[in-house]
């Protein structure tokens, strides 16, 4: 993102201060549901959701992946897929 | 000299310096993953391993997870502040967004200071080995990401006389690093405390 007008700026500050709202709420709503006491299982898969949305929600406006260049993405999906490797990896000897 | 740094390249579209910080943000990606897969490997290879919020203190880090929430909230607003030509604003919210770092930062040296009281160390176990390896090396990031936003608050604002255009992706840059600063944090912070 650059050279945006005024007008473009201050629609982006209306969006950020929703999202900060929302990152608010889901964060009083993942410790809350931790007060539940649920199976470990779904625990790790809920937490993890609201996690995987939290870190949406600041990567796509924060960091303005909404609106990026195809090379940034490249780049990403490039470590995403190191990482997803990494977090399988100590699995392997389960599956 | 490094060229494109106040407009796009005509290739990739985009300032170099946004380039390296994020060609060094998918390094980092590699750092935090390593470290998130020993994570996994230590906690799959026993059958009792600690919920988090029997060992650790929940409400103090749903407080820091606020902090760091509200910390990238300023940051963005600080960037947004220079593409409005606010330079006041500008400086308002970078000095919320080090005031919030440096909050982070106090309410973890608590917590921290909680668990050496009760002899609990990275030696302790393999809960408290990870614990502090992962928040350890995130707290070293939110430092860093303080002594930048510190330079471009104190000195690197020079710059916006000459090149605004320079500078206010300078500030997207190091914005771009402390939100993923931020953006760890809402991983670790349910890995470690809740779940």
């Known amino acids: 993102m650059s050279a945006h007008s005024q007008e473009e700026v201050q629609r982006q500050v209306k969006i950020y201060i929703r999202v900060f709202l929302a990152l608010g709420i889901l964060t009083v709503l993942t410790v809350g549901v931790s007060y539940l006491k649920l199976p470990l299982s779904i625990a790790i898969a809920v937490a993890l959701f609201i996690a995987a949305i939290k870190s949406s929600l600041v990567a796509a406006f924060f960091m303005h992946l909404v609106s990026e260049k195809k090379i940034i993405y490249a780049i990403l999906a490039l470590a995403f897929c190191f990482f997803i490797v990494l977090l399988l990896y100590p699995s392997w000897h389960l599956m | 000299m490094i060229r494109y740094i106040s407009k796009p390249h005509p290739i990739t579209g985009i300032i170099n310096s946004k380039l390296g910080v994020w060609c060094f943000l998918a390094s980092e990606i590699m750092l935090f993953g390593g470290l998130f897969s020993a994570y996994i490997l230590l906690r799959t290879g026993v059958t009792d391993w600690p919920r988090g919020h029997e060992l650790l ?139």
């Open chain 2, 57 to 195: 203190n929940v409400p103090l880090a749903t407080l820091n997870t606020i902090i760091l929430i509200t910390s990238s909230v300023t940051m963005v607003m600080s960037w947004a502040s220079l593409e409005m030509k606010n330079l006041s604003k500008y400086r308002l919210f970078m000095t919320l967004t080090i005031l919030l770092g440096f909050a982070f930062l106090v309410v973890k040296s608590f917590e921290y200071g909680h668990k050496f009281e009760h002899h609990h160390f990275p030696s302790t176990n393999n809960f408290y080995a990870i614990y502090f390896t992962l928040t350890g090396l995130h707290g070293l990031h939110v430092i860093g990401g303080i002594v930048v936003n510190l330079y471009f608050l104190l000195f690197g604002i020079k710059m916006w006389d000459k090149e605004p255009k320079q500078f206010a992706g300078r500030i997207e840059a190091a914005g771009l690093y402390w939100h993923f600063v931020d953006l760890v944090w809402i991983f670790l912070f349910p890995v470690l405390y809740l779940l």
